[in-house]
Every structure is written in C-alpha cells, then in structure tokens.
C-alpha cells in the first residue's frame, strides 16, 4: 500500500519549518500555558501541578519528535548534500550572466 | 554525623575528581574526544543555566509564587520551537567572525566597534556580579546549615571561619586552570565543557534523589502531598500562596526574562555559541535540554509541601532541599544536596568568570590601554589579565554578598540579575534580523535600559539593604512621585518585577529603534549590518583599474609589529608563519593587491581570536598595513575581476559564498571522516588486545594440555613397562621356588642316608635349568627397566645429547611393546645402526610414539592387520626420516586439518586432537625441521621428517 504524503517524516517537517505553522503551535501553547487565568474558580494545588506539568511533557515530547524526524531525514539524505535549507548552506552555483553583446 | 572535616574533604574529593575530568577531557584520548563531542554533553552544559538559584532558590520562590517559577523553564522551552534558528545563525556567525564572547558578538555585530563591546562587558559584569554572589551565598549558608550545632575542634573552627575564602579561591583556580588557560578563548575547552556537564548529572541526581526521598520515602506519593497542600489552604500561608494565581503581567515578564537569560546570559552564550563543536547538536539540545529542566523541576513542590509538613520554618524555604534530609536523619543524602548545590554554583561561576574575565580583557583593558596610549607591555600579558579579572570578579562577588546578599533570598538576587540581561535582548536580535540596526541605536538602547533597570531594581535592592535612604521608594527621585522606583509614572499597580522589565525594555527597544533611524550608520557599517542579517548589497560604483605589485617585506614588517604587541616573540614567528601559509605567499617578494587584502582579513581573525573582534580590526586599521592608494586599488582590483569574469557584484558574492560553503562542507565532511577513522582504529585496537589476550590464554590452556597428555603417555608407559616386567619376574620366582624345593627334599634325602646318585644328578640338571631361567628373565627385566628409564627420563627432559639412533628407535619400540603385543600389527624399522645424532632424544621419543598411536587408534581401527614401516637415514647435514602404515588413511579436509590443535577424529572417546599438532610443533619449532604428509582413504599415511642435525 502506498504511503499517504502525509505520513512522510519529509512532508511533516517541511510543515514545521513553516513559520506560520511555528507560530501557530507557539499561540496555541501559550494559550494552553495561560487557561488556567481565565478559570471561573481557582484550580486546586493536584489540578494546577499536573496540568502544567502535563502541558510541559507534551512539548518535550513534540520537540523530540521533530528533532528525531529531522535527524532521520538527514541520516536519509544522500551524502554530500547540505544539511538543511537555509539561507547559510550553498545553493547551486548561479551560472554566468551571458554577456548580450556577445 | 556530618562534621567539618568531613564536609570539606567530601567538597576537595568531588573538586579533584571534576579536576581528573576535565583534565581527561583536554587529552588526546579517542573516548575523550568522543565525548567531549558528544550531543548529550553539549546539552548538558547548557545546563549551567540552572545554577543555585535553581537549585536551592525554586522552593523558596514557590512557597511564595507558587506556580509562577515554571515560567522560567517553559518559557526557554516553547522558545525551543525558534530559538533553533536564533541558536544556529549565531553558531555560524561565531565560526566565520571568531567571536569570543558575548561582548565581543555585539562589538563585531556594531561595526567592530569599541564602544558597544565595552558597554556591553561593563553591563554584563554589572549584572552578572550579584548572580554570582548568590552562588557564593547558597555554597556559604548551605555549609554553614549543614554544620550548625555541630560541635567542632579548634582547627575546624578555624575551617569555617576562613570556609568562604577557601570557596572563591578553589572557584578561581578551578575557572583559570580550565577555563583561562589559553590566549584564544575561541578555542573550545573540551575539559570544561565535560567537567559542566559531569556537574549538571550530580546536581540533577541530588535532585531528583531527595524529590523521590520527600515522595515516596516520608510520604505516601505524589498525590497524597498534594492533596495535604490542597487540604491545609486555609492554615497556611505558604499552601495558599500555591493555589493563588499569580498576576499575568507577572507571568509574561518571567516568561521573557528566562527566555532571553537562557539564550544571552553571557555564560550561557559562552556555552550554547562559542563551546559549541557542531552547529547539529542544537538539534539534540532542543529537546535533550527541556527535558533536564522537566526533570530537574517534577520535584520542586512535592519537597517544598513536605519540607511544611514537617513544620520546617518558612523563612528557611531557600534551603529546604538541603534541610529536609538533615531534619528527618538523612545526614549522607544531605551531604549529596550539598555537593549538588556546590556543582550548580561552580558550574555557572566557572563559566561566568571565563566569560566576563574575557570580556574584561578584550573589551574593556585592552582599548582603554591603547586609547591612552599605554599598550606596552599590557597586550603581552593577556593571559595574566585574565587571571586577574577573574581573582577580581570573584572578589566583587564576594563583597556584593557580604554587602547585600545576605539581606535578600536568591530567588530575589536571580531576578535582579536575570533583568540586566534582558538589557541586551533588543540589540542583539535586531542585531540578527534588522539591518537597520544601527550602532548608535545599540548603544543608546542598552544604555538607557541599564539606567532604568538600576533605577527600577538596584535602587529599591540598595534602599531595602538601608544602603540608600527608604525615603526614596515613596517619595520618588528628586520628592518626585512620579519618579518612584517601584511606581514610575505612576504605574503603582504593577509588581516590581513586571514594573521593571516593563519599562526598561519599553525604553530600551524604543532607544534602539528610534535611534537606528534617526542616525544612520555609515556605509561601512551598513555592509556590515547585512553580513549579519543576510541581506547583501554591493557596491558597483567600481571601475576598472590596473593591478598593482606591492612589496611583501614591509607588510610582513607591519603585521610582525602588531603581533609583538601581544604575543611572545616565539609566538609572533609562528602566528606569522600560519597566516602567511593560509594567505599563500610563503617567500614571495612581491604580492597582488588581492593578495594583500586576504593578508589583512587574515591577520585580522587571528588577531580577533586573542584580542576580540573589535580590537582586532582597529589595531590592523590604524597599522598602516593598508595605505590610502592600496585600498583604492583594491577597489578597482575589484571592479576589474568583475569585469573580466562578466558578472554582476552580486553574483561574484554568490559565487564566492558558494566556494566558501562547499568548501566549509568539505572540510567539516573531512573531519567527520578523520574522527571516524580515529573510532575505528580504537575500536581495532581494543578487539586486537582482546584477541591477543584471548590468544594468549588459548596458549596456555594448550600448553597445559600438552603437558597434561604428556603424563597421560608417560603414565601409560609405566603401566605397560610394569606389566611387562611382571612376565620375566614371575618366571624368576617360580624357578628361584622350584630351586628351593629341589634343594630341601635333597637336603632331606642326605638327611635320612637315602640319598642316590642318580637324584643328585637330576638335582644338577634341575639347578642348572632353573639358574638358567633365572638369569634370562631378570636379565631381561633389567633390559626393559634401562629402557624405560632412558625413554622416561629423555621424555620428560628438555636436555640434548648425543645417542645412537637405531639403539634408540629399539628402546622406544620395547616401551611400546605393551601396547603393540596383543595387536596384529607389526613394526618395521630400517635404520643403519652406525647413526649417531646429537639432538633431543626426548622430542624423539615422543614423536615416534604419538606417531606409532596414532597408527593404532586410528589408522589401524576395525583392522586385523597393518604394518608400520619407519625408515631412518642420514645425509651430510639431516637425519630423514620416514613413517609410514597401510592403514586407512585420510581424506584430503582431513588431511588439511591434520597438524591443528584439537582436530580428532575421536572427539568425546578420549582422543584429545593433539598427538599430531604436539609431533608438528616438536619437529618445526623443538628440533627446527620440516615435516610433510600425504595420505589418501585406505592408502595408508605417511609422514615425511626432516631434521637438521648441525642447528
């Protein structure tokens, strides 16, 4: 059976490279981190210790995942190739502007 | 019972195995190295960010902000999800500009300028000296906890009065050995960055080790402490302040003070940036690091709760890590906290007093010297700067803490530090990501941040220390109410901390932006901006110009006067060596303008390692290495490439980065490959020892199993000998009975007159037949004795002499008669009874008889009949010998295998797979000869020796 587009680790990290989908988590989180303040009624010692706590596991475990996914990726990636694109690797060499007089 | 003695000499034995790790890290050992290169050790290094204000202040913050510590851990955390690129951007910045410090990014950042370097290391030392003397605080105070009511001895006495001393001085020692022992800080110290991370372990041990003593040991779990909390809301203050949500202004000012501290804390720039070995480790960090923290905080409040259970006073919170194991009769796990606590505090001051000591140096000695003209002989002895800013930061330390720490918590004294460092944040990510950043911005940005930092944080710290009149908290700068340090135009409603980092960096980011734009920098500085933030622009005013030859003897001149100005001659020479080699021009006597301009950039980043960016380029600037008409010349050197090479500025930069990339790429792919042989030939090096030693083992069990089976032969030969010995001895008696017997009844015939002539003649032949049976069976028991004798002796005798070969072979024969008499087989020797050998009769012996058994057990097996034929000659210099059976014979794997030890045909019936590996060892390597064989199934075996007789 064919593997759904989805499901490749490459497709998945090239959706977290995305800024906006970066921002998207960091709102998200920070909306999560911030529940408790709008709360009616206060939230109880046991509530508070294992929701932020709960909270905090869940983004170690999605930063390690990306991290995994990443490393996999580039242990997948033909030698010799550079690591990640970013604006430091070295792209293709631009090749000459051709001179229109010639 | 924990006493003085024991509480320093635990502190010096952990100080000097941190010693033996750092000292092994900066070896040249494979497994240092693989370690010190390690992911999981970069990430826990970046773990001094949890020193001992996390280590003993959290609790003490949660019994009073509940909840409101984990901002200073989720926060840097969530970052995690873009610090990446933050972190790596300046990863590679540091490997192109050869930043040393935080200081010297920002200087390098400003268009390499002095003013923003010192300004940054006056701030950085600033806010950096009262975080260190929580260090200092938290060593002081847990020590002296742990040993109070302690009845002590007149020298240990004398140990805790002079204990905080003894602490600064072993913290110097520590941070110059590993941390200042070169001149170019650029240069990674692998032994301290191993020794950090080995500190981050214990302190996460000692953690975790009194969180799971608290839990699980005292308590019931983790639900039965919190729902105690839950239940005593209303009793206790403490318990109450966990329950209370803190405001969220509060929240967002902890959030952005961790974040940027875990990302610009110089210590920890130091750490995560200029300490890092490969930009790919982040990846690891980004996760491997927010999980140290998770683990290091699970246990913050299950300890906090049943430190309160137990009614441990609450103005004590700083310390209940270290007192709940002392109250509860743990004295060994209160001396673990200790030694954790100790790790947390010498870890970050290590690495603090490297970086400031640094900046201090780079920053702030050196351009303050060469502004008033005082540079000699001061760049000469960098190294010794460094030492003595580091003896001087750590007494500053000392002296804030004696002034003021010991009037606020460490939670509180963090805090104040954490805040001076957000100071730095707007300048450096607008340094990173906007080009119009400027140096002037920069400056006026950090510095009124600073002005409103002290003016929010220290003056209210100094007012409650009684340093500063009270009076100025409420009644405001000047009687001004709207200058009040805590309430600042009025905003009465916010928490000093939230107040604080509110405005501060409300008039920093603003100072920053606001004066970017409003002055802009020169060209120059613009250039340099889009290095920073990846933006190029190039300039094409350029025309073209015709190449200029300039002599090489006068530059080199030049660059050998700045070097001398900071290094040893010895070093000066090499440094010149290394940068004319990297340049290209070893021994030429005139170069190209570009030539020249790769000598200055050149010349520039060695220079940089040592003394700082800035420094660097002003030294190589005001040098005259450059001349007015050189640097034109490059320009239009320039433009003229460019023409010639018919591409826009922009793509020649491309081109040139492309070049630069590969070849980075290269060179880190080089180096990948270097490190993979060095594991390898390790590892070889380690599987070869194991196989000599195992080897060398097989060896002996060899030996002793030739030995073994060398008495097995010699214990069958005695009994074979005695056996046959018994035949002629049973003989003799029966006759030497029979002589008797016919001697009494003549007796008794004499006796009785009845004796006859005819029974004295019988008597006589009777004698005679019996003397005669008697001689020839002892005669030949006497025989097959000597040769026994001879054959055991020779077998078990390493000595050599001369004997005659036939006699030999008959005697060998005779001690193998028991076993050959009862077969059908039969032994054929052919031999000329003149050979005289001189060699080892016992090899001798024992080769013909492993050969002979082996006939017989196997090659003669369900036979009834085989011939041996052993055939012996002599030429001039060797004795040849033959042996041959008819017997079954071998198939050719067997016959490949024949002379390896252990190989039988009998394996499990008492054949021990030696008696053919023991002949080919006796005759290669005892006697020195050769030895072939040749068989085929049911043709019998031959062996073919060969034996040097003058060796």
Same mark, same amino acid.
């Given at each position: 059976?064919?593997?759904?587009?989805?499901?490749?680790?490459?497709?998945?990290?090239?959706?977290?490279?995305?800024?906006?989908?970066?921002?998207?988590?960091?709102?998200? $989180?920070?909306?999560?981190?911030?529940?408790?303040?709008?709360?009616?009624?206060?939230?109880?010692?046991?509530?508070? $210790?294992?929701?932020?706590?709960?909270?905090?596991?869940?983004?170690?475990?999605?930063?390690?995942?990306?991290?995994?996914?990443?490393?996999?990726?580039?242990?997948?990636?033909?030698?010799?190739?550079?690591?990640?694109?970013?604006?430091?690797?070295?792209?293709?060499?631009?090749?000459?502007?051709?001179?229109?007089?010639? | 019972?924990?006493?003085?003695?024991? !509480?320093?000499? %635990?502190? !010096?034995?952990?100080?000097?195995?941190?010693?033996?790790?750092?000292?092994?890290?900066?070896?040249?050992?494979?497994?240092?190295?693989?370690?010190?290169?390690?992911?999981?050790?970069?990430?826990?290094?970046? &773990?001094?960010?949890?020193?001992?204000?996390?280590?003993?202040?959290?609790?003490?913050?949660?019994?009073?902000?509940?909840?409101?510590?984990?901002?200073?851990?989720?926060?840097?955390?969530?970052?995690?999800?873009?610090?990446?690129?933050?972190?790596?951007?300046?990863?590679?910045?540091?490997?192109?500009?050869?930043?040393?410090?935080?200081?010297?990014?920002?200087?390098?950042?400003?268009?390499?300028?002095?003013?923003?370097?010192?300004?940054?290391?006056?701030?950085?030392?600033?806010?950096?000296?009262?975080?260190?003397?929580?260090?200092? +605080?938290?060593?002081?105070?847990?020590?002296?906890?742990?040993?109070?009511?302690?009845?002590?001895?007149?020298?240990?006495?004398?140990?805790?009065? =002079?204990?905080?001393?003894?602490?600064?001085?072993?913290?110097?020692?520590?941070?110059?050995?590993?941390?200042?022992?070169?001149?170019?800080?650029?240069?990674?110290?692998?032994?301290?960055?191993?020794?950090?991370?080995?500190?981050?372990?214990?302190?996460?041990?000692?953690?975790?080790?009194?969180?799971?003593? %608290?839990?699980?040991?005292?308590?019931?779990?983790?639900?039965? !402490?919190?729902?105690?909390?839950?239940?005593?809301?209303?009793?206790?203050?403490?318990?109450?302040?966990?329950?209370?949500?803190?405001?969220?202004?509060?929240?967002?000012?902890?959030?952005?003070?961790?974040?940027?501290?875990?990302?610009?804390?110089?210590?920890?720039?130091?750490? &995560?940036?200029?300490?890092?070995?490969?930009?790919?480790?982040?990846?690891?960090?980004? /996760?491997?690091?927010?999980?140290?923290?998770?683990?290091?905080?699970?246990?913050?409040?299950?300890?906090?709760?049943?430190?309160?259970?137990?009614?441990?006073?609450?103005?004590?919170?700083?310390?209940?890590?270290?007192?709940?194991?002392?109250?509860?009769?743990?004295?060994?796990?209160?001396?673990?906290?200790?030694?954790?606590?100790?790790?947390?505090?010498?870890?970050?001051?290590?690495?603090?007093?490297?970086?400031?000591?640094?900046?201090?140096?780079?920053?702030?000695?050196?351009?303050?010297?060469?502004?008033?003209?005082?540079?000699?002989?001061?760049?000469?002895?960098?190294?010794?700067?460094? /030492?003595?800013?580091?003896?001087?930061?750590?007494?500053?330390?000392?002296?804030?803490?004696?002034?003021?720490?010991?009037?606020?918590?460490?939670?509180?004294?963090?805090?104040? &530090?954490?805040?001076?460092?957000?100071?730095?944040?707007?300048?450096?990510?607008?340094?990173?990501?906007?080009? +119009?950043?400027?140096?002037?911005?920069?400056?006026?940005?950090?510095?009124?941040?600073?002005?409103?930092?002290?003016?929010?944080?220290?003056?209210?710290?100094?007012?409650?220390?009684?340093?500063?009149?009270?009076?100025?908290?409420?009644?405001?700068?000047?009687?001004?109410?709207?200058?009040?340090?805590?309430?600042?135009?009025?905003?009465?409603?916010?928490?000093?901390?939230?107040?604080?980092?509110? /405005?501060?960096?409300?008039?920093?980011?603003?100072?920053?932006?606001?004066?970017?734009?409003?002055?802009?920098?020169?060209?120059?500085?613009?250039? =340099? %901006?889009?290095?920073?933030?990846?933006?190029?622009?190039?300039?094409?005013?350029?025309?073209?110009?015709?190449?200029?030859?300039?002599?090489?003897?006068?530059?080199?001149?030049?660059?050998?006067?700045?070097?001398?100005?900071?290094?040893?001659?010895?070093?000066?020479?090499?440094?010149?060596?290394?940068?004319?080699?990297?340049?290209?021009?070893?021994?030429?006597? *005139?170069?190209?303008?570009?030539?020249?301009?790769?000598?200055?950039?050149?010349?520039?980043?060695?220079?940089?390692?040592?003394?700082?960016?800035?420094?660097?380029?002003?030294?190589?600037?005001?040098?005259?290495?450059?001349? &007015?008409?050189? *640097?034109?010349?490059?320009?239009?050197?320039?433009?003229?490439?460019?023409?010639?090479?018919?591409?826009?500025?922009?793509?020649?930069?491309?081109?040139?980065?492309?070049?630069?990339?590969?070849?980075?790429?290269?060179?880190?792919?080089?180096?990948?490959?270097?490190?993979?042989?060095?594991?390898?030939?390790?590892?070889? +090096?380690?599987?070869?020892?194991?196989?000599? +030693?195992?080897?060398?083992?097989?060896?002996?069990?060899?030996?002793?199993?030739?030995?073994?089976?060398?008495?097995?032969?010699?214990?069958?030969?005695?009994?074979?000998?005695?056996?046959?010995?018994?035949?002629?001895?049973?003989?003799?008696?029966?006759?030497?009975?029979?002589?008797?017997?016919?001697?009494?009844?003549?007796?008794?015939?004499?006796?009785?007159?009845?004796?006859?002539?005819?029974?004295?003649?019988?008597?006589?032949?009777?004698?005679?037949?019996?003397?005669?049976?008697?001689?020839?069976?002892?005669?030949?028991?006497?025989?097959?004795?000597?040769?026994?004798?001879?054959?055991?002796?020779?077998?078990?005798?390493?000595?050599?002499?001369?004997?005659?070969?036939?006699?030999?072979?008959?005697?060998?024969?005779?001690?193998?008669?028991?076993?050959?008499?009862?077969?059908?087989?039969?032994?054929?020797?052919?031999?000329?009874?003149?050979?005289?050998?001189?060699?080892?009769?016992?090899?001798?012996?024992?080769?013909?008889?492993?050969?002979?058994?082996?006939?017989?057990?196997?090659?003669?097996?369900?036979?009834?009949?085989?011939?041996?034929?052993?055939?012996?000659?002599?030429?001039?210099?060797?004795?040849?010998?033959?042996?041959?059976?008819?017997?079954?014979?071998?198939?050719?794997?067997?016959?490949?295998?024949?002379?390896?030890?252990?190989?039988?045909?009998?394996?499990?019936?008492?054949?021990?797979?030696?008696?053919?590996?023991?002949?080919?060892?006796?005759?290669?390597?005892?006697?020195?000869?050769?030895?072939?064989?040749?068989?085929?199934?049911?043709?019998?075996?031959?062996?073919?020796?060969?034996?040097?007789?003058?060796?």
């Amino acid at each position: 059976m064919q593997k759904s587009p989805l499901l490749n680790s490459g497709n998945w990290l090239t959706l977290f490279r995305q800024h906006e989908t970066r921002t998207g988590f960091f709102i998200l $989180y920070v909306m999560l981190l911030v529940w408790p303040f709008f709360s009616r009624t206060p939230w109880s010692i046991p509530h508070q $210790y294992f929701y932020y706590f709960g909270v905090w596991l869940a983004l170690i475990c999605g930063l390690a995942v990306q991290g995994y996914l990443v490393i996999r990726q580039e242990r997948q990636r033909p030698s010799g190739s550079p690591s990640t694109p970013n604006t430091n690797a070295p792209a293709a060499p631009p090749t000459t502007t051709a001179n229109p007089t010639d | 019972m924990i006493t003085t003695t024991s !509480l320093v000499s %635990a502190m !010096l034995i952990y100080m000097a195995i941190l010693f033996c790790i750092a000292q092994w890290g900066e070896s040249r050992s494979p497994l240092a190295r693989k370690v010190g290169r390690h992911p999981m050790t970069y990430s826990l290094s970046l &773990a001094i960010y949890c020193s001992s204000w996390t280590f003993y202040g959290l609790i003490g913050m949660a019994t009073q902000t509940g909840f409101l510590f984990l901002t200073s851990f989720i926060g840097p955390c969530l970052v995690m999800i873009f610090s990446w690129s933050v972190l790596r951007r300046l990863v590679l910045l540091k490997e192109h500009f050869r930043f040393a410090s935080l200081a010297d990014f920002m200087a390098a950042r400003y268009n390499k300028s002095n003013l923003v370097g010192a300004l940054v290391s006056v701030f950085a030392l600033l806010g950096s000296i009262p975080y260190m003397s929580i260090q200092l +605080k938290a060593i002081i105070e847990s020590f002296n906890l742990l040993l109070k009511g302690t009845p002590t001895s007149a020298f240990e006495r004398i140990m805790q009065h =002079n204990f905080d001393i003894l602490v600064v001085a072993l913290m110097a020692f520590f941070a110059i050995v590993f941390g200042v022992r070169r001149q170019d800080p650029t240069l990674r110290h692998r032994g301290m960055v191993m020794a950090l991370a080995a500190e981050s372990l214990v302190k996460l041990v000692a953690f975790i080790a009194v969180g799971v003593f %608290a839990t699980w040991v005292l308590n019931d779990g983790l639900f039965d !402490l919190l729902t105690y909390a839950q239940a005593h809301v209303d009793t206790s203050p403490q318990f109450a302040a966990m329950t209370r949500q803190m405001p969220m202004e509060l929240w967002i000012a902890f959030f952005l003070l961790a974040t940027i501290n875990m990302l610009f804390l110089p210590r920890q720039f130091h750490i &995560a940036i200029v300490e890092n070995p490969n930009v790919n480790h982040l990846r690891t960090a980004q /996760w491997a690091f927010p999980l140290y923290l998770f683990l290091l905080t699970l246990f913050v409040f299950p300890i906090t709760i049943a430190a309160l259970k137990i009614d441990l006073p609450a103005d004590t919170a700083d310390y209940f890590l270290l007192l709940l194991p002392q109250a509860t009769g743990h004295p060994l796990l209160a001396m673990l906290v200790f030694i954790g606590g100790f790790s947390a505090a010498m870890g970050m001051t290590m690495a603090a007093a490297m970086t400031l000591s640094t900046m201090f140096s780079n920053n702030l000695i050196l351009p303050l010297a060469r502004r008033c003209h005082f540079e000699f002989p001061l760049q000469k002895y960098l190294l010794q700067i460094r /030492w003595a800013a580091v003896i001087l930061i750590l007494g500053c330390s000392y002296g804030f803490y004696r002034a003021i720490g010991e009037f606020e918590m460490i939670a509180q004294i963090g805090i104040l &530090a954490f805040s001076a460092t957000l100071q730095f944040a707007p300048a450096i990510l607008g340094g990173l990501y906007w080009a +119009k950043g400027n140096r002037f911005g920069a400056v006026c940005g950090i510095s009124l941040g600073f002005v409103f930092w002290f003016f929010t944080l220290i003056i209210p710290a100094l007012a409650k220390a009684q340093i500063l009149p009270a009076g100025l908290l409420y009644d405001g700068l000047f009687g001004v109410s709207f200058l009040r340090p805590t309430g600042l135009f009025g905003t009465d409603g916010l928490h000093p901390i939230s107040h604080a980092v509110f /405005w501060s960096l409300l008039f920093n980011a603003t100072a920053y932006v606001v004066g970017s734009l409003l002055v802009p920098g020169t060209r120059e500085e613009q250039v =340099n %901006a889009q290095r920073f933030t990846g933006v190029l622009e190039v300039d094409e005013q350029l025309t073209l110009s015709e190449a200029l030859t300039i002599p090489a003897e006068p530059k080199i001149r030049i660059l050998r006067e700045i070097f001398s100005r900071y290094f040893s001659p010895e070093r000066t020479e090499r440094k010149l060596r290394e940068i004319l080699r990297a340049t290209g021009m070893e021994q030429m006597p *005139t170069i190209s303008i570009q030539l020249l301009s790769q000598l200055a950039s050149n010349a520039e980043s060695a220079l940089a390692g040592s003394i700082g960016v800035a420094a660097a380029h002003q030294s190589i600037k005001e040098s005259g290495l450059l001349t &007015a008409e050189e *640097t034109a010349a490059m320009s239009l050197s320039y433009a003229d490439l460019l023409a010639q090479l018919n591409i826009s500025p922009k793509e020649l930069k491309e081109k040139v980065d492309f070049y630069q990339a590969r070849e980075t790429l290269m060179h880190k792919t080089s180096e990948d490959l270097q490190h993979q042989v060095e594991m390898r030939t390790s590892e070889l +090096k380690v599987t070869n020892e194991h196989l000599l +030693k195992t080897l060398s083992k097989l060896n002996e069990t060899q030996k002793h199993l030739v030995e073994v089976d060398k008495m097995a032969a010699l214990g069958g030969l005695v009994a074979g000998v005695a056996h046959e010995i018994n035949t002629p001895l049973g003989i003799s008696i029966t006759a030497a009975s029979h002589l008797s017997d016919t001697t009494s009844e003549l007796r008794d015939k004499f006796a009785t007159g009845q004796l006859t002539k005819t029974d004295f003649t019988r008597f006589f032949d009777n004698s005679e037949e019996s003397l005669r049976i008697l001689r020839n069976n002892t005669r030949r028991a006497a025989e097959l004795i000597k040769s026994f004798k001879q054959v055991a002796v020779d077998q078990s005798s390493e000595d050599r002499r001369r004997f005659n070969l036939k006699e030999y072979l008959d005697e060998v024969m005779l001690s193998l008669r028991p076993k050959i008499k009862h077969t059908p087989y039969q032994i054929q020797i052919d031999c000329d009874p003149n050979i005289v050998v001189d060699t080892y009769p016992g090899a001798f012996s024992q080769i013909i008889t492993n050969l002979v058994m082996n006939s017989l057990i196997h090659g003669f097996e369900d036979r009834d009949h085989g011939t041996i034929r052993i055939q012996a000659t002599r030429d001039q210099d060797n004795l040849n010998l033959v042996y041959e059976d008819d017997g079954k014979g071998l198939d050719a794997k067997a016959l490949e295998q024949l002379f390896e030890p252990f190989f039988t045909s009998k394996r499990g019936q008492g054949g021990s797979g030696l008696g053919a590996h023991i002949v080919y060892n006796l005759v290669t390597q005892k006697l020195g000869g050769k030895i072939s064989k040749n068989s085929q199934p049911e043709a019998g075996l031959r062996y073919d020796i060969q034996i040097p007789l003058t060796r």
